[in-house]
């Protein structure tokens, strides 16, 4: 091989671990920085020399520069699924600062690291309602019950194949394991109710996923709620006796969902992206 074609050749093998490595589910710990990185390898790919090593062109035959163009893109379409990763985990309620704190630099760095956040739930709902037609607050949260009730009796029915069409690939990967240790318990039949509406669907977090920090049309939104309930839950074993739960009383029921979405796809729906357990959570 030629410099060029080495050169091209180890330009696409960056561009395919750039790509492997975002779209991998173990990186539920990474950081905005390592995703900036993924990104940067990515522009840092010389598109032009990957076209050039991937075709075998006659001597003296110049390619037509639609065509060009349209080989490029197809080189370069890139779909993700879901990032599989929660950006920012929302960790609960944080304490009140007292004004105390506007006099040491913990403090300040404390109110600032705040704002921000702030800041960054305002403009991934903005984005949400730029990008998602007919996205609306208050039609959001309707629809936030009915995925709830949806995902919950999927789930309370083992039905893993629907359940693909409401969650993101660690979320159902999680939920069949749910399953498989209700079944080692022995728990074969499962009836499950849940009060509608919501009793509370809060909006806590916004944030935004994307491969380019610098093209956020192709991101994915994820949205922190809480969500409250008056659930029944009634548990059966193979012969119907009864197992857990109880048929006269509700249960009160406290959650913290991430739902996400595609930005810019009018064909993507809200999944279920991951379900948490914030260290200052109210009521838990």
């Given amino acids: 091989f030629h410099r060029g074609g080495c050169g091209a050749m180890a330009r696409r093998t960056c561009l395919r671990v750039a790509l492997g490595v975002a779209g991998s589910p173990v990186l539920h710990e990474a950081s905005h920085g ?33 065509k060009r163009a349209a080989a490029e893109q197809r080189q370069l379409k890139v779909y993700m699924n879901s990032p599989g990763l929660l950006a920012e985990p929302y960790r609960g309620d944080p304490p ?27 403009y991934t ?76 669907v809060q909006v806590l977090q916004g944030r935004l996923v994307g491969l380019d920090p610098k093209d956020s049309s192709h991101a994915f939104a994820q949205l922190t709620l809480r969500l409250h309930s008056d659930q ?14 109880s048929p006269d009383s509700d249960l009160f029921v406290e959650e913290y969902w991430v739902l996400e979405r595609k930005l810019g796809d009018p064909r993507d729906r809200w999944k279920l992206a991951g379900r948490i357990h914030p260290q200052h959570a109210k009521g838990g």
Avoid at 36 to 52: K, P
Avoid at 56 to 63: A, E, L, M, N, R
Avoid at 97 to 118: A, H, Y
Avoid at 186 to 197: C, G, L, N
Wanted: proline share 3%; glycine share 6%; aromatic share 8%.
């Fill in 34 to 66: 390592e995703l900036g990185s993924v990104a940067r390898a990515w522009q840092r790919t010389d598109t032009r020399s990957m076209a050039r090593a991937g075709s075998f062109v006659p001597k003296g035959y110049t390619v037509p520069p639609e």
């Fill in 96 to 122: 009140k600062l007292s004004l105390l704190s506007l006099l040491t630099v913990d403090g300040i760095r404390e109110r600032w690291k705040r704002l921000v956040g702030r800041a960054k739930s305002v």
């Fill in 125 to 200: 709902l903005a984005k949400c309602k730029k990008d998602m037609e007919g996205f609306d607050l208050r039609k959001f949260k309707e629809e936030v019950g009915e995925i709830h009730e949806k995902i919950c009796t999927l789930h309370a029915r083992g039905d893993l194949t629907e359940l693909r069409k409401y969650t993101t690939p660690a979320t159902l990967a999680a939920m069949k394991r749910e399953i498989k240790a209700r079944e080692a318990a022995h728990w074969d039949r499962i009836e499950w109710t849940v009060h509608q509406p919501l009793k509370l």
């Fill in 232 to 245: 029944k839950f009634l548990v059966h074993d193979k012969n119907g006796n009864w197992k857990a739960g």
